[in-house]
Nanobody
Framework: QVQLVESGGGLVQPGESLRLSCAAS????????MGWYRQAPGKERELVAA????????NYAQSAKGRFTISRDNAKNTVYLQMNSLRPEDTAVYYC?????????????WGKGILVTVSS
């Protein structure tokens, strides 16, 4: 009942930046948590960053702290991930995630994923 569409991925060189966007549509509950996960080849999917609907609560992976910033625009139902100082180890498929308070945050909704490649 919730659709997520990611954009902004691509190929960049080490040290460069990218900004990912995720637009949500459908049965969106006003109180929710949205975030970004990533999965690199041969690795499990891991949390990169998450943010509450009020914007006051954020959570980052240790590898993302100081380099990545998550934000959201509730009027547009969109969450962003600004990624600076990118490293080759950031290469992964990045997935947008949504969980709403309407079902007690029970159901995970996922985007299709977008590829970020950091390489020389």
């Amino acid at each position: 009942q919730v659709q997520l569409v990611e954009s902004g991925g691509g190929l960049v060189q080490p040290g460069e930046s990218l900004r990912l966007s995720c637009a949500a549509s459908g049965s969106i509950f006003s109180i929710n948590v949205m975030g970004w996960y990533r999965q690199a080849p041969g690795k499990e999917r891991e949390l990169v960053a998450a943010i509450s609907s009020g914007g006051s609560g954020t959570n980052y992976a240790q590898s993302a702290k100081g380099r990545f910033t998550i934000s959201r625009d509730n009027a547009k139902n969109t969450v962003y991930l600004q990624m600076n100082s990118l490293r080759p180890e950031d290469t992964a498929v990045y997935y947008c995630n949504y969980r709403g308070a309407g079902d007690g945050y029970n159901m995970n909704y996922w985007g299709k994923g977008i590829l970020v490649t950091v390489s020389s």
